[in-house]
Every structure is written in structure tokens, then in C-alpha cells.
């Protein structure tokens, strides 16, 4: 095959927590650019701090050919198994970028979920659809590997940070939203204690059913 004339990193911040949206973002670069990327310090966002990220996000903005970001709301996440809506987000954004640009060929780069396999079949699949030709590469633990792919893992942490802000505003502090947070147990706690559950909420989480029934059964006792 002819060099690429485009790479792209696909990765997701927020598949595990029980607030909030999963964010997944979507980076095209000019294979010419690699070593910017490297050098401006993409990585694995888990790697660095949010005033870090924040930083070598507009970096990576300002190197990219192009950036796409889909959502999924709680209210899909609880409707449907979470690899197949993640895969389904994950050919949504490369579709748009790939839309945008127009490359007769690319490579991807994805943080796979689920069967790297099936990842690869899907986004080639898709990438055929509109004429182009691809090279995928879907791998557990990619955002570590590939920086193209830690591109992607802060794009899309740093603007599920700020939607988490946003959600604070209206809802209060419901701490990082993660099942091991005690402050989010809390919060859970108290909403449903109140009977008002908002819905920025993923229900059909064990941490939100576990701590349902269980504050459901104390407040029973009073």
C-alpha cells in the first residue's frame, strides 16, 4: 500500500463511571506530524494531571488535521451493551473525520473494548463504505502504546472534565462520579433517599442499584 495520507487515534474517557456521558474522541493527523505530537508530550491522559492535559490538549489541537467527538448519554449506555455502543461511537467519529478529510487511505488507531477483531472489521468496513481504504489497528492498552491514540484519550478526558464541571453546576458535587468515589456513593445516596433521580444518572449500573435498594431498605426502617 501507498503511504497514508492520514492517522488516526480513536480512544474514550468515561465508559466506567456511574455519572455522566462517555466521551469518544477522534484524532487525524498528517503522518508528518508524528513527531510533534510525541514531542508536545500525547500520551495516555491517565499519565498526567488535568492542568497537564489541559495544556497539551490545545497543543494537539493546534497540530491536528482534524478532531470529531460523539457522546453517549446515560440514558443509551443503560439501553444497550456498552462495546457494541462504544464500537458503534468509535465508527461515528471516524467517519466524520474520514467525511471531512476525504484520505484515500488512512491508518487507525483505536483503544480496543471488547474483541479487538470485531473493532477492526467494523471501522474497515465502514472506512469501505465511503471509499477508503484503511489500515486498522485496534489493541488493548493502545493509549499507552500509540501516541496518536493518547492524542485521542485527552481530547476526550479533558472534555468529559469539563462536562463533569457543567453537571456539578446544575447537581451538585457529586465528587468524580466513579463507583469507588466515596463522595459519588454519597450523592447516590442522597438522591435516591430524596427520590429524585436525575438523569445524568446510569441506572442500570451495579453500584446505583446496589446503593437503591440498600438506602431504599434503611429509609424503610425509619
Known amino acids: 500500500m501507498s503511504t497514508p495520507r492520514l492517522a488516526l487515534g480513536v480512544d474514550e474517557a468515561g465508559r466506567g463511571p456511574v455519572v455522566g456521558d462517555m466521551f ?45 467527538v ?3 448519554t446515560p440514558q443509551e449506555i443503560d439501553s444497550r451493551n456498552l462495546n457494541e455502543l462504544f464500537l458503534e461511537k468509535v465508527c461515528r467519529a471516524v467517519k466524520l473525520v474520514a467525511a471531512r478529510a476525504m484520505p484515500n487511505y488512512v491508518e487507525v488507531y483505536v483503544d480496543a473494548a ?12 465502514t472506512l469501505r463504505g465511503l471509499g ?39 447537581y451538585g458535587d457529586f465528587g468524580s462520579g466513579y463507583p469507588s468515589d466515596p463522595r459519588t456513593r454519597e450523592w447516590l445516596e442522597q438522591i435516591v433517599a430524596k427520590g429524585e433521580i436525575p ?24
Not at 497539551?56 to 497540530?63: A, E, K, Q
Not at 489500515?135 to 463533569?164: F, Q, T
Request: charged share 35%; proline share 4%.
Open 70 to 72: 460523539v457522546r453517549a
Open 114 to 125: 471488547g474483541d479487538p477483531a470485531r473493532a477492526t472489521r467494523r471501522i474497515s468496513e
Open 132 to 170: 477508503i481504504e484503511a489500515r486498522v489497528v485496534a489493541e488493548h492498552g493502545a493509549d499507552a502504546k500509540y501516541p496518536i491514540v493518547g492524542a485521542a484519550s485527552i481530547v476526550a478526558k479533558v472534555l468529559r472534565d469539563w462536562h463533569i464541571d457543567n453537571l456539578k453546576r446544575v
Open 24 to 68: 469518544v474522541a477522534c484524532v487525524a493527523i498528517e503522518p508528518s506530524d508524528l513527531p510533534k505530537l510525541r514531542a508536545c508530550g500525547a500520551r495516555d491522559s491517565k499519565s498526567m494531571d488535568r492542568a497537564r492535559r489541559e495544556r497539551v490538549f490545545r497543543s494537539i489541537l493546534s497540530i491536528a488535521r482534524a478532531v470529531a
Open 199 to 222: 438523569p445524568i444518572v446510569r441506572r442500570s449500573w451495579a453500584t446505583f442499584r446496589r446503593l437503591a435498594r440498600r438506602t431504599l431498605l434503611d429509609y424503610s426502617k425509619r
